[in-house]
């Protein structure tokens, strides 16, 4: 009789466990639903999984992204080969979102699966969510169809203005190495921007355009020509300067500077 008692409380205590951990879990899952991370589609996504397949990219290769501009309601992106762009039309009180017909660049590449596997997803979109640091775009009946994690967000061109440490090139960390340390400064008022590629000075022509949001070139770019033991940095300084396109405002604070299918090409940390 105490061996069936003591199993009958033993039995009881690990429910009254069990109840109690689902209560909790219930109680998190909630809080993170009500609190999240993102609160707006607004600026550019990479995908990371369309339906149930995990996007990988080799080195150097760009994944697949998305840019929503909500004010006038385009969206734009890279599906893998092509730059694409269509229309837009969201309701952010009912999380709805369609996407119009795409127009893409006529690019032809060695592997086209994946863009049309992101084409064909976007067009099945119906409605968003969003889940911690990501968003999740669902089709008609609720299913995942698109996961996209932030890539960038809009910033002001005014919010450039100053120094700035460029911390990455073509996604490698700079050397703490080097002699002098690649830096830019931009005044954009004057459209000027000057600076250190990582062994001479720079200056140049900055050029924005305020119908593309966040749209950016460096033009007549000019150096003074000293030589130095490692040039390889300042080599590709200079190439990302004149392949950039695009900025915006990392997730960690940094602005990356991107090229047109959405390579981040410059990581800045601003000089307080």
């Known amino acids: ?25 219930v109680e998190t899952a909630d809080t993170e639903v009500k609190k999240p991370v993102v609160t707006t589609l607004d600026g550019e996504w990479d995908v990371i999984a369309v339906r149930s397949r995990v996007i990988e990219t080799a080195a150097g290769e760009t994944l697949p992204y998305v840019g929503f501009d909500l ?50 997803a976007m067009y099945d979109v119906r409605t968003y969510k969003f889940v911690g640091e990501g968003v999740v775009l669902l089709g008609q009946d609720g299913e995942s169809v698109v996961t996209l994690r932030r890539k960038s967000t809009y910033v002001d061109s005014k919010s450039l203005n100053g120094t700035w440490n460029v911390v990455k090139v073509l996604g490698e960390l700079v050397s703490k190495k080097l002699q002098t340390r690649p830096e830019l400064t931009f005044a954009t008022a004057e459209g000027r921007f000057s600076g250190n590629a990582g062994c001479n000075r720079i200056n140049g ?6 119908a593309g ?10 150096s003074t020509r000293m030589m130095c ?19 915006g405002k990392l997730p960690n604070g940094n602005v990356g500077i991107f090229s047109s299918e959405g390579r981040t090409l410059l990581e800045l940390s601003k000089v307080e």
């Open 229 to 247: 033991p490692d040039m390889t940095t300042e080599q590709n300084v200079l190439a990302a300067l004149s392949s950039a396109r695009f900025f």
């Open 1 to 25: 009789m105490k061996i069936t008692n003591f199993i009958l409380a033993l039995v009881v205590a690990l429910t009254v466990v069990s109840c109690g951990s689902e209560k909790k879990v």
């Open 205 to 210: 022509e900055l050029r924005f355009d305020d």
């Open 71 to 120: 004010k006038s309601k385009r969206a734009y992106g890279y599906a893998g080969c092509n730059r694409v762009q269509s229309t837009l039309d969201v309701n952010s009180s009912e999380h709805s979102l369609r996407f119009g017909y795409p127009t893409t660049t006529l690019m032809s590449c060695e592997n086209m699966d994946l863009e049309q596997l992101v084409l064909s």
């Open 213 to 222: 949001r966040n749209v950016i070139r460096f033009d007549n770019v000019a």
